[in-house]
Each structure stands twice: as structure tokens, then as C-alpha cells.
């Protein structure tokens, strides 16, 4: 079965603008300033999808000539941007829907677990947006995107959609599976998974490509990964062929 039949939460963008940009962002000889603006871009295009479906209420608007009914986006919407990647995405849904607010989270993946570990989290008490954008251009195991819905959902956000750029089959599946309510919203779902956890063919470490941290061996992908990665990996992938 295809994987958006097993779950229609799941919108692949289908725009040609979205697969051109995302040809080059993937490239390996795109360089840090092209990939941010490529990043920015793209989030442009799956931001309009991923709002397509928002509430709006009438507003009545002058124009030089007369009066008309318009309409006005009715709930708050709160931005989620997952430290470091998803940082690069916020610029660009703010131009789209400047009266968002911006909620930052927090999160690294441990390389030997490929578990998500919090580090920041300034939410106060009680939800103020009613929709919640999760932005992370990477949806890998998903275990970091299970992770910030279940923040959210804590917090009392009513509504929550994940918009990322590229995603792994394993990371739609994690997501559906403890999320079924929550839409994704990527560029494109890639093949797999590899024995380190990174989506092949993929673009590589997001947050590294944006910010220009490049260390050498020691940071390329999955650098200190081990047996256990392998073993984490090889289970989500018997959980997406099972079916769960
Ligand atoms: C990347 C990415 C996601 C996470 C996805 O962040 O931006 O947050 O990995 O992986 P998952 O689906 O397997 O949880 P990373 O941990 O590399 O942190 P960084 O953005 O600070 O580099
Ligand atoms: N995080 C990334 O930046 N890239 C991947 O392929 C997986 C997780």
C-alpha cells in the first residue's frame, strides 16, 4: 500500500517550483547562502499549502471606491520552529502570516539513540494559538516530530500540522502512528532511512548546510554512530513493512 493511502494525513507537495528548488537544495554543491535561500523559499511554497485550510471570518474593507466583504484569518496561529534547522523557517511563514506568533522548541537527536532531547521550552502555562505550525525540515525516524506534538498537545494547542521539507517513510509512519490527527505537509518522502539514521537520498544535515558548520569528519553524518543506531533504524523499518 502507498504510503499516503496508509495515511491521508500526509500532503506531498506536487508543484513544480517545490521539486525544481528541491533538486538544487539537495545538490551537494549548493552552498550555505543558496541553501538558506532555498530553504526560506520552499517553506514559502508548503506554507501556503499547509494553510490552505485555515478558518477565516468576514471583514468588511473601503476600498477607494466602495465598500466589499473580505475575510480575515480568524485563529492565532503559532509558529514551532525545532532548533537549529527549523529556525531557517520562520523568516519566510512570517511573511506570509506576520500575525503569527513564534513558539521555539528546542531539540538534538541523540546520534547513538536517534532520541530527541529536549533543551528549550518557554512555553507559558495555557495555549494561545489555536493551529500550530511545527517547522523542521527534516522528518527522520519522526521521533523528534512525536516529541514536539506531544509538547504542543500538553500545552492545549487545538490544531497541529508538521511542515517540513524532505521526509523519510519511517518518520511519516512514527508520526501517523502517535499522531493520526496531525497533518504533515513536506516537499517530498524520500526512500529511506540508512544505517546512521539520515534520510537517503536526502540533502544531508539541515542544520549544518544552513549555518555553515562544517567541522570535518568528526561532523558529518552520523559520525558517531554505532551498532545501536543501526538497531534503532532496522526497527522502524520492520514497524513500516508490518504495517504496525
Ligand atoms: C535534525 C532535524 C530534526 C531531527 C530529525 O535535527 O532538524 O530536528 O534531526 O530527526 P528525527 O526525525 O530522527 O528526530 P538535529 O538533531 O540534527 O539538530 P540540529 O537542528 O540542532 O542540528
Ligand atoms: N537530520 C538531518 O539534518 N538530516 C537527516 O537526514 C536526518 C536528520
Redesign the pocket.
Known amino acids: 500500500m502507498e504510503l499516503a493511502d496508509r495515511y491521508p494525513n500526509l500532503a506531498v507537495s506536487s508543484h513544480p517550483l517545490v521539486a525544481h528548488k528541491l533538486s538544487i537544495l539537495r545538490d551537494v554543491a549548493t552552498n550555505t547562502k543558496k541553501f538558506r535561500e532555498l530553504v526560506r523559499e520552499l517553506t514559502w511554497l508548503l506554507g501556503y499549502e499547509a494553510m490552505s485550510d485555515l478558518d477565516t471570518r468576514p471583514r468588511t474593507v473601503r476600498t477607494p471606491l466602495e465598500e466589499t466583504q473580505g475575510a480575515e484569518v480568524e485563529p492565532k496561529v503559532g509558529l514551532v520552529p525545532?532548533?537549529?534547522?527549523?529556525l531557517g523557517m520562520v523568516d519566510a511563514m512570517l511573511e506570509l502570516i506576520p500575525s503569527a506568533e513564534v513558539w521555539h522548541i528546542?531539540?538534538?537527536?541523540?546520534?547513538r539513540t536517534?532520541?530527541?532531547v529536549e533543551y528549550y521550552n518557554k512555553l507559558p502555562d495555557a495555549a494561545t494559538a489555536q493551529v500550530c505550525l511545527i517547522l523542521?525540515?527534516?522528518?527522520?525516524?519522526?521521533?523528534?516530530?512525536?516529541?514536539t506534538v506531544d509538547i504542543l498537545k500538553a500545552w492545549g494547542a487545538g490544531r497541529i500540522k508538521q511542515v517540513s521539507l524532505i521526509a523519510?517513510p519511517e518518520?511519516v509512519a512514527?508520526?501517523s502512528e502517535a499522531h493520526p490527527d496531525v497533518d504533515i505537509h513536506v516537499a517530498a518522502v524520500d526512500r529511506a532511512?540508512n544505517e546512521r539514521?539520515y534520510i537517503v537520498p536526502g540533502l544531508g544535515?539541515?542544520?549544518?548546510r544552513q549555518?555553515g558548520?562544517f567541522a570535518g569528519p568528526a561532523s558529518e553524518p552520523g559520525h558517531a554512530a554505532g551498532d545501536e543506531t543501526a538497531e534503532v533504524v532496522r526497527r522502524l523499518q520492520r514497524d513500516l513493512a508490518g504495517g504496525r
Not at 523542521?136 to 516529541?147: E, I, N, Q, R, V
Open positions: 525545532v532548533l537549529r534547522a527549523g528546542g531539540l538534538y537527536r541523540d546520534e536517534l532520541k530527541p523542521d525540515p527534516m522528518l527522520a525516524t519522526g521521533g523528534s516530530a512525536a516529541a523519510a518518520g512514527t508520526l532511512l539514521g544535515d539541515a542544520g549544518d549555518f558548520t
